[in-house]
């Protein structure tokens, strides 16, 4: 299949169309092409914030930061919406379930001032059902998407009250169509997917309940419980309901900056404007860091693997010594670290976890 087969209805423009692709959006016009005719349907989108909007909460994000002269304008080399299109799939199920549990419990004797202890099992037999359980899943509809910012970006909405609009409602610039990325997973897969997500919870859930239950009987005989081991159980689940949204497009905006002579991304959710990531150059000093991290840990293992009189356990040590060295030779050499900005859902402004991000672009 090539692209040159399929042209926008509305303006004529080629289209990028991979065997994957069900709905794609005109780079040039902003037409919504339904390459399966077949899956044609309505698509919401997020509407987003004008650029000039979300350049100026980043300049407000940078010297909050004081990264003013970091991410100063003429620093920017290029500003990228793009779309992530999402189902949310509204999934419900119960469980019946049923189980053997051996519970363990503490048993005492105190003869004369000695006290002795010991352990017993109990066997406790549990039956139910569970539920209804549940869930909103997002499943992106896309293959092999599985960046961070995305995963940001997505929690952001759910945890958030923007609206998704019908896009032929929504006026919005060439500059943000261009983004768009294309829909390649259908209403049905998306379903499945989200199911198979939920069931599988649904299953750990029940898992877990039939312990905590097992465990409560035990202890209404009276027992003290120190823990317990599920013999068998089984979980079958039923009442399953889907229902999935509309695919909904998520917009986000990326600046990418240049510093020194490498290029970072500050990405930011398109409709609020809050920075989601923000990739910034690594200090010489924590470079410094872990590079003398990388020669100890070498060093160490290493010299320990080598007076080590059995051969294999030094041989073993001399490989994690190289392993770890390596490790923290990475870490020293990344020339860039990713810090994520939580996410109104995580309830709180920044939660430092940080990852470092390679520069690809995942996104196309
Ligand atoms: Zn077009």
Same mark, same amino acid.
């Given at each position: 299949m090539s692209s040159e087969a399929f042209r926008c209805v509305n303006c004529g423009a080629p289209l990028d169309v991979?065997? *994957?692709?069900i709905a794609v959006v005109c780079n040039y016009c902003g037409y919504l092409n339904w390459v399966? &005719? *077949?899956?044609?349907e309505e698509v919401l989108v997020v509407k987003p914030l004008d650029e000039r909007e979300l350049l100026k909460r980043l300049q407000e994000f940078a010297s909050r930061k004081r990264l003013a002269d970091v991410l100063k304008?003429?620093?920017?080399v290029s500003k990228t919406f793009v779309a992530v299109p999402y189902y949310f799939v509204d999934v419900a199920a119960e469980a019946d379930y049923s189980g053997k549990v051996s519970v363990q419990v503490r048993k005492c004797r105190r003869e004369k001032d000695r006290e002795t202890c010991w352990t017993e099992s109990r066997s406790v037999f549990v039956k139910g059902v569970y539920g209804p359980y549940e869930n909103r899943i997002p499943v992106i &509809?896309?293959?092999?998407?599985?960046a961070v910012s995305v995963k940001a970006l997505v929690s952001k909405y759910m945890g958030g009250k923007a609206e998704a609009l019908p896009i032929e409602s929504v006026g919005l610039s060439k500059s943000f169509w261009r983004g768009v990325l294309s829909i390649e997973v259908d209403k049905k897969v998306a379903m499945d997917i989200a199911l198979n997500i939920h069931l599988n919870k649904l299953r750990e859930v029940v898992t877990s309940e039939i312990k905590r239950e097992a465990e409560r009987t035990a202890r209404r005989w009276g027992e003290t419980v120190v823990g317990s081991t599920i013999i068998w159980k089984r979980i079958t689940p039923k009442n399953i309901r889907a229902t999935t949204s509309k695919p909904v497009l998520l917009p986000m905006y990326i600046a990418s900056y240049r510093y020194g002579n490498e290029l970072y991304r500050a990405i930011l959710? %398109?409709? *609020?404007?809050?920075?989601i990531v923000l990739e910034k150059p690594v200090k010489a000093c924590e470079r410094a860091l872990w590079t003398a991290l990388a020669a100890l840990s070498a060093g160490i293992l290493g010299g320990v693997g080598i007076a080590t009189v059995k051969a294999y356990i030094g041989f073993l040590l001399i490989i994690l010594g190289f392993a770890a060295s390596w490790y923290c030779m990475r870490k020293a050499l990344a020339p860039v670290k990713a810090k994520i900005f939580g996410t109104s859902a995580l309830g709180?402004?920044?939660? %430092?976890f940080e990852k470092t991000l390679s520069l690809t672009r995942w996104w196309t």
């Open positions: 991979s065997p *994957d692709t399966r &005719a *077949d899956l044609k304008e003429e620093n920017i &509809a896309r293959r092999g998407t599985e959710c %398109g409709w *609020d404007g809050d920075v709180s402004v920044e939660r %430092g």
